[in-house]
């Protein structure tokens, strides 16, 4: 099926750095989404994306959805504890309803 | 305003037997939709339901089969539970009357399903 490839698997960070991940894709997507899931509990969104080319942020976090529409970016800066936990991208395609398509996701860890 | 509940939290079943997994969804959203998540995996497309009909499925068995009712909540069943059935399976809701930029798709914290 549908993959969207997600890097990296995992990152090992201090607290206070800068985070950066990825997914990219060989189909095109209309909306980009990006979620973190702690454990035990469902995915919550972080940051939605609806325009190619679009940068929003919210907080410490930012995210583009790129111009081919085929990726995105989540950038987390000066990262701190909590942080800590899986974050998946996910993207809808206009075919596909509301049916989302996840990466495999990235395992973040955050030393203090 | 409430969101996704699920339950139960957790469940253990046999190979061979039935689950029912159930979910409730967040007010004012009148579609369900169903994701299997396999442990280190993203999740999994399983089917959606709006107006109590399946709404669209992803790659999955006839044996994986579900219900939406008058109120919006649903059922997620799954017979003959195979050992590979084992994982989290997560609920969300939305409303397929969404406004642009306020993206509605609410996930619940899920069912884990540990089939033995």
């Known amino acids: 099926g549908q993959q969207l490839n997600q890097s990296p698997q995992s990152m090992f960070i201090q607290e206070g750095e800068d985070v950066s991940m990825n997914c990219t894709s060989s189909s095109i997507f209309n909306t980009w989404l990006w979620y973190k899931q702690d454990p035990g509990e469902g995915p919550v969104l972080l940051i939605a994306?609806?325009?190619?080319?679009e940068l929003t942020s919210n907080g410490r976090l930012t995210a583009q959805f790129g111009i081919t529409r085929k990726d995105s970016f989540l950038n987390i800066s000066a990262s701190i504890p909590s942080d800590v936990g899986i974050y998946f991208c996910?993207?809808?395609?206009?075919?596909?309803?509301?049916?989302?398509?996840f990466g495999e996701g990235t395992q973040l860890t955050v030393n203090p | 305003e409430t969101g996704v509940t699920q339950s139960p939290t957790h469940l253990i079943k046999t190979r061979g037997q039935q689950v029912t997994l159930r979910c409730s969804s967040q007010?004012?959203?009148?579609?369900v939709s169903w994701y299997q998540q396999a442990l280190g995996q993203g999740p999994q497309f399983i089917f959606q339901y709006y107006r109590e009909e399946e709404n669209g499925r992803g790659n999955f068995p006839p044996r994986f089969s579900g219900l939406q009712f008058p109120n919006y909540s649903s059922e997620l069943n799954v017979n003959a539970l195979e050992l590979d059935d084992s994982a989290l399976y997560l609920c969300a809701s939305s409303s397929l009357r969404q406004v642009q930029g306020d993206y509605g798709y609410t996930f619940g914290s899920g069912t884990r399903l540990t089939v033995v």
């Open positions: 996910a993207g809808l395609q206009e075919t596909s309803g509301s049916r989302l398509t």
């Open positions: 007010s004012g959203h009148n579609t």
């Open positions: 994306l609806y325009k190619a080319g």
